[in-house]
Nanobody, 124 residues
Framework: QVQLVESGGGLVQAGGSLKLSCAFS????????MGWFRQAPGKEREFVAV????????VYADSVKGRFTISRDNAKNTVLLQMNSLKPEDTAVYYC?????????????????WGQGTQVTVSS
């Protein structure tokens, strides 16, 4: 069974940076498209970024484009989210997700496995 474990969240001031990490186990990591989503209190879960199986293709939400970078290391079964120039509106629980179907998808319903989430809080 695939398991995803996020880490790296925390409290940071506006303008600061954080790097989130997601450790994948229980399957063949390179078979999965990997995505990051976030959910703020009272809001629906929203797409942040996605990376293809090889890492050659990435897609970002407009709200994070130019500030966040998704990457993966298929040798270490890890996907990262580097977050720079953080804003208070980036405050949310961030989730890592895995999609075994191979397509670049931005909808939560397209993903098969989810981590437990890690809290990111950006103070103004």
């Amino acid at each position: 069974q695939v398991q995803l474990v996020e880490s790296g969240g925390g409290l940071v001031q506006a303008g600061g940076s954080l790097k989130l990490s997601c450790a994948f186990s229980g399957g063949t990591f390179s078979y999965y498209v990997m995505g990051w989503f976030r959910q703020a209190p009272g809001k629906e879960r929203e797409f942040v970024a996605v990376i293809s199986r090889s890492g050659a293709s990435t897609v970002y939400a407009d709200s994070v484009k130019g500030r966040f970078t998704i990457s993966r290391d298929n040798a270490k079964n890890t996907v990262l989210l580097q977050m720079n120039s953080l804003k208070p509106e980036d405050t949310a629980v961030y989730y890592c997700a895995a999609d075994r179907h191979g397509s670049i998808n931005t909808m939560p319903r397209d993903y098969d496995y989810w981590g437990q989430g890690t809290q990111v809080t950006v103070s103004s």
